[in-house]
């Protein structure tokens, strides 16, 4: 299960956009995972009209994630564990990825645990294609099992463009408008994974 670059190199920045329910919530999101930056960015979209469009930033050196209503202006600051995201996928495709077969002819399966939530796990359907002479693989569908948390433990999704590698920089996950937000705590445990931060801390930062 693979990503690369033309020239073979495994990227420090990737892109996928994808579609999901989580907790009665219908999302599409565009997350932008940065190892170069130790950032994560996401982009939702919503269908409800009681929680406005948002975004969430993750800066994993500083131990801190930002949500940004775009309508609204409003912002909310807490904090998270500090780490490094390029150890953590080192260690999560070397030690947490195992092959779990084929549906129909062409469409394989992943089953990816998540080290930071005991029992949790995520089964990505996809296909390896060739691009420039490397063999890729593209998802185009999770499954995610998630049993610690009290609200959507269970939620799939459908990827719904190709993953991509774009040039990002600092400006890229800049919010000026937040910088006089107060940081916080919530009260529960937030942990983050391939998908972003777990169900339960995401719908709580929402209310």
Known sequence: MSLVKEDGAHPQN??????TNIGGLDLVVDQLI?????????QYTTFSGEVPAFDIMIDYTEGKILHFFNLTGECKVY???KM?????FKDVFKNHVEFAGFRGEHLEIYEMKHPEEEGSRTWIYGAHVD???HQIFVPTRFQSHHPSQKESPDFAGDFIDTPSI???????FAYPQCAEANVAKLDMPITTNIFGINTDALLASLR
């Open 84 to 88: 490094d995201l390029g150890e953590y």
């Open 14 to 19: 990737i892109k996928n956009v994808f579609e």
């Open 166 to 172: 774009p040039e990002v920089s600092e400006a890229t």
């Open 131 to 133: 691009h420039h002479g």
């Open 34 to 42: 940065s190892v170069e930056h130790n950032k994560v960015k996401a």
């Open 79 to 81: 904090e998270i564990p």
